[in-house]
C-alpha cells in the first residue's frame, strides 16, 4: 500500500491544498463513491513500436519515459479533483501550436514548454500529476485517432474504476471507452518505454 498526500504537491504546482490517497482503498461513503465517474479498464495486445520522436524524449529525458507504483490509483473525491484540476490548468496555461511553427520539425515531444500540440500537453499533466504523488505506473500516454482522422495524443490515467482521459481538446475528464477516438497504442504501465496495441475493454 502506497499512502500519498497530495497537499504539498498541489502547493508546488499552485493548485491549491488538497489530501488523498491514490494507492490504498478509498474510505469514501457509499453515496460519495456513487457520484464518481465509472469507466471500464483499457485491454491492452501485443508489443508495437513507440512514435520516434517519443523514443527521442526518452534519450534526452529519461525520467519522462520511467513508471513506478501501483497501476491504478483509486478515485476518490480529492483525486478526481486532482484530475481535473491539473486538466484545466494545463489546457489553460499551454499555448497550442504545431511542432513545425514551435520546432522547425514536424514531430517533437517535449515537457516544460510554454507552447506545444496535443503530446506536450498530455506529458505536461503526467508530470505534474506525478510531482503530487500519483503513480507514474498508473499514468500512461496514448495514440488515438479522432473522429475526423486526425492523429492526436492523450494522457491515460488507471484507476480502480476504470480509465479516464485527460485530454486537450476538453475541458471535462471522460472514460476512454466514452470517447470518440479510435485506439490504437499506449505506453505499458511496467514500463513506460513501451508501447502496446489498445485491443478492446475489460472490467477493472
Same mark, same amino acid.
Given at each position: 500500500? !502506497?499512502?500519498? @498526500? ?39 495486445? +501485443? ?30 473525491? =480529492? ?10 490548468? @494545463?489546457?489553460? +496555461? !499551454?499555448? +497550442? ?9 514536424? =514531430?517533437? $515531444? ?26 507514474? +505506473? ?5 495514440? #488515438?485517432?479522432?473522429?475526423?482522422? #486526425? ?21 471535462? !475528464?471522460?472514460? $476512454? ?8 497504442? !499506449? ?7 513501451? $508501447?502496446?496495441? #489498445?485491443?478492446?475493454?475489460? @472490467? #477493472?
Amino acid at each position: 500500500m !502506497i499512502r500519498v @498526500f497530495l497537499a504539498a504537491g498541489l502547493l508546488v504546482l499552485g493548485l491549491g491544498a488538497a489530501e488523498g490517497d491514490v494507492g490504498a482503498p478509498a474510505r469514501a461513503t457509499v453515496d460519495a463513491a456513487s457520484r464518481l465517474p465509472l469507466s471500464l479498464a483499457m485491454a491492452t495486445g +501485443s508489443v508495437t513500436s513507440a512514435p520516434y520522436a517519443y523514443k527521442a524524449l526518452c534519450r534526452t529525458t529519461p525520467s519522462a519515459c520511467t513508471g513506478g507504483g501501483v497501476d491504478r490509483m483509486v478515485l476518490n473525491d =480529492d483525486n478526481l479533483a486532482l484530475l481535473d484540476t491539473v486538466n484545466r490548468k @494545463f489546457n489553460a +496555461s !499551454i499555448q +497550442s501550436l504545431e511542432d513545425m511553427a514551435n520546432h522547425g520539425l514536424p =514531430d517533437v $515531444w517535449s515537457v516544460g514548454g510554454k507552447y506545444g500540440d496535443c503530446e506536450d500537453f498530455a506529458l505536461a499533466k503526467r508530470q505534474a500529476l506525478i510531482d503530487a504523488g500519483v503513480p507514474a +505506473s498508473a499514468l500512461s500516454m496514448a495514440v #488515438v485517432r479522432t473522429a475526423e482522422g #486526425v492523429g492526436h495524443a492523450v494522457l491515460v490515467v488507471r484507476t480502480d474504476r476504470g480509465d479516464f482521459v485527460l485530454d486537450n481538446r476538453r475541458a471535462e !475528464i471522460l472514460g $476512454w471507452d466514452h470517447t470518440e477516438y479510435r485506439w490504437y497504442k !499506449i505506453t505499458a504501465p511496467d514500463d513506460p518505454r513501451r $508501447w502496446v496495441t #489498445v485491443s478492446g475493454s475489460r @472490467f #477493472v
